[in-house]
């Protein structure tokens, strides 16, 4: 049987099952719809690792040269998230569009974790927006020096993810609410990152492997290296006094690790 149908860019796995079902069975659309919601039934509770506000998404592997076709190109399995509860607080303070963005921020990033890079086409089937919006959407980050690692850009735009680049304005001097309203991330996010950027930094200064690291305060590999980066470009520098109320708030223990707010720190 020909199974052309897992060659589809940006497609679910549902979608990639019904047109299994029409092309590869001959089942009418009506019958492979009810198949579905009949499989629905009996799945819903499936070991994917998808948690509610999530998808399973069909995008290109990181490795593929740009020069590929999307057709010849190697795809990868990706969980994106494209509804989470913190979602509220950004379209709340800051409307539809930040809501948008903040989301965008968050999915290619997702993508990328997971050795997968979207497209703008896939960004605008993803949050229902047209191509304008969504390149007007990537020129207010780039304006902003904020990296959004998409397929075809990504060798144009420096290595650092969104994350690390927040984190750097908080060692600036930037206060968590400055940042929010620049960056279109909601504040639990913001403070999400500062916390695990200081619990990189102490567990550098404690000479823990790398992967050591990646494990205790569970983020990637490569986000555990790009604040190892900027823990070592702040650390004696002009932001010195920064880095140290971070690293002062963070109390590692061997098992497990929590992290203390001053309250005196501007968050």
């Known amino acids: 049987m020909n199974d052309i149908y897992v060659l ?23 019958i492979a719809d009810a198949i579905i919601d009949l499989s629905k039934d009996f799945f819903q509770n499936d070991d994917s690792g998808v948690c509610n506000g999530q998808i399973l998404y069909l995008a290109i592997s990181d490795e593929e040269g740009p020069g590929k076709s999307i057709l010849d190109s190697k795809h990868v399995e990706v969980i994106l998230t494209l509804d989470a509860p913190e979602d509220m607080d950004v379209y709340e303070k800051f409307g539809l569009s930040a809501y948008r963005q903040h989301i965008l921020l968050r999915i290619t990033q997702e993508a990328r974790d997971q050795n997968a890079l979207l497209t703008i086409k896939d960004l605008v089937k993803l949050l229902k927006s047209s191509y304008s919006t969504i390149k007007r959407d990537l020129k207010y980050f780039r304006e902003r ?44 996010s913001i403070e999400r990152y500062i ?18 690291i990646r494990l205790i305060v569970g983020i990637s590999e490569r986000l555990v290296k790009e604040y190892q980066e900027l823990f070592l470009k ?18 590692v223990y061997d098992s497990p690790m929590s992290f203390k707010i001053n309250t005196g720190m501007r968050m």
């Open 8 to 30: 589809k860019s940006g497609m679910t796995k549902e979608q990639m099952f019904r047109l299994r079902l029409i092309n590869g069975f001959n089942f009418a659309p009506i």
């Open 145 to 188: 020096g904020l990296y959004v690692p998409l397929r075809g850009i990504i060798k144009d735009i420096g290595p650092s993810s969104h994350k690390s680049k927040i984190v750097e304005l908080y060692v600036k001097g930037y206060t968590s609410t400055e940042i929010q309203r620049s960056t279109r991330h909601s504040l639990q």
């Open 195 to 212: 916390k695990d950027f200081s619990r990189v930094s102490i567990l550098t200064q404690r000479e823990e492997s790398i992967d050591n």
């Open 234 to 251: 702040y650390k004696d520098g002009d932001h010195k006094q920064r880095v140290e109320e971070l690293i002062d708030n963070v109390t």
